[in-house]
């Protein structure tokens, strides 16, 4: 599969079956991770993998009760260990490093054949809390991953290319 086919095709998936996923699998998507760029090539992040089933259903109270962050097999918590470091365009590091390294570790999901849902909804002290996470690192995102039980769905009301991009100046 190629980048864009995967960009393409990835769909958020809320149903998954109960087939576990392949350590290869796994460990493929988070080298994806490490492999990311960052700021200052600093990678400031740490991936909390979690599939064990009682930690995942606290996990799903935590995202104000999806119920499918409890369904899918395994469950990856994207941390910044550091969240001080802003960079010279006056943006934060650590929103924009983590998430570049979710989207690569999506996408890499995506072409090994399994789907995902990125989760901003769910409270991170609670989330904190439940992993023994510190309470200086930052929980920026988590997202669930396993084999779809649905075909999901494609966001076909996508903005046209020339409502999203303009040339040389803003417009």
């Not at 109960?18 to 991936?47: G, H, T």
């Not at 924009?96 to 690569?104: E, Y």
């Amino acid at each position: 599969m190629e980048v864009f086919e995967a960009i393409s095709t990835r769909k958020s998936i809320r149903k998954y079956k109960n087939n576990e996923v392949e350590d290869e699998k796994l460990e493929r998507i988070l080298e994806s991770a490490r492999l990311a760029p960052s700021a200052k090539n600093k990678q400031k992040w740490k991936f909390l993998v979690v599939k064990n089933d009682k930690t995942r259903l606290k996990l799903a109270e935590a995202a104000y009760n999806q119920k499918f962050v409890e369904e899918a097999p395994v469950t990856i918590v994207a941390c910044a260990t550091n969240s001080e470091y802003i960079m010279p365009c006056g943006q934060y590091a650590y929103t924009v490093d983590v998430s570049i390294a979710v989207s690569f570790m999506i996408l890499e999901a995506t072409e090994l054949g399994l789907g995902t849902c990125w989760l901003g909804a769910f409270n991170e002290n609670t989330v904190k809390e439940i992993l023994d996470i510190p309470e200086y690192i930052r929980v920026v995102a988590m997202f669930t991953l396993g084999y779809a039980a649905e075909e999901g769905s494609i966001k076909t009301s996508r903005k046209n290319i020339e409502d999203v991009v303009c040339f040389e100046k803003y417009e």
